[in-house]
């Protein structure tokens, strides 16, 4: 049994502790321990899926999959109405996957192997995506409070009108990715399939249900949880659920760069912080919509400082095509500023 999975002993703890009205503390921990084995189940039932359906559906389904678990949680938190905790988990999703996953790949990568290379071209046509996701990001929230003043309601149209060119722009990147002739078409790091089809499907379904109940479970203890342990949405939001929700999917894109799989590697991590961006923040704003507590694609200017920062270091290390061990440190250094800047950030 892989380590990770030791972990599924804390999803019937975290939901005891919820029916028999246990500590919030011991309800939010025991929950989100059990998402992590549960978001790994769902790795490795993508990844033996992949290995039927090609390299590039795969990687596709990897990162979809890979997002699954977070975007579970925050479609809770949305009807729960923690509308600020949802836009600082889309903010920490993607400067953890570009900083944390990045660095650690990077770092224990060139430790290993020296020096290390990765298509310059699948690197370059990423680094333009991850400009724009942050300009498309950034305009709603830029824009958003003169608008205000004048029109509430054209806030939200904007946004809607962003989201719709995102979900767009995301779309045709996904069609050039399985059309291009110029990128690399990476080779599957698992082999084949030690799994049926019907397996994977069926292991991915049971997975996926126990995430969404846990999920609810987690949500619903995050404020008497913000309460007792003084931290504000903001760390919450940014620096825990995002590694909750991915950590799987992190030491994935980790073990393959030690590997010297660098393109896999980068591939994930950036990949996945792409999909949040373009994709699962623009459909949380329709989602939230149905739901009846529009969300807005207006983040603050802390958030959006994070974000532009490491949009620009991540795009100045992977533009080269190259990496080592330093570059990784760097990125990691960046990323416990961040997260120390948001755990003393007062509540906003």
Known sequence: MKPLYLLLVFVPVGLISKYLGGPPLLTFGAAALGVVPLAKMTGDATENLASHTGPRMGGFLNATFGNAAELIITIFAIRAGLLELVKASITGSII????????????????????????RVSAGVNSTMLILAIIALGVPS?????????????VEYL?????????????????????????????????????????????????????????????????????????????????????VGNVAEHLTAVQVAVKNKMDMSMEI????????????????????LLMGNPLTLVFNQFELIALAAASLITALVALDGESNWMEGAQLLVVYVILALAFFFLPAY
């Open 96 to 119: 953890g996957n570009l900083l944390l996953v990045v660095g650690l790949s990077v770092l224990f990568g060139g430790l290993k192997n020296g020096q290390q290379r990765f298509d």
């Open 159 to 243: 946004s809607l009108g962003v989201a719709v060119a995102m979900i767009v722009v995301y779309g045709l990147g996904l069609v050039y990715s399985f059309t291009a002739a110029d990128l690399p078409e990476h080779s599957s790091d698992h082999g084949q399939s030690s799994w049926s089809m019907r397996k994977a499907l069926g292991v991915l379904s049971v997975a996926t249900a126990f995430i969404a109940w846990s999920s609810e479970v987690l949500v619903g203890a995050v404020e008497p949880v913000l309460e007792s342990l003084r931290w504000t949405e903001f760390f919450l939001g940014v620096v825990v659920i995002p590694i």
């Open 142 to 154: 830029l824009f958003g409070h003169a608008i205000e003043m004048v029109n509430h309601n054209a």
């Open 269 to 288: 991590s950036i990949g996945s912080s792409l999909q949040v961006a373009l994709f699962v923040a623009p459909v949380l704003t329709f989602i939230s």
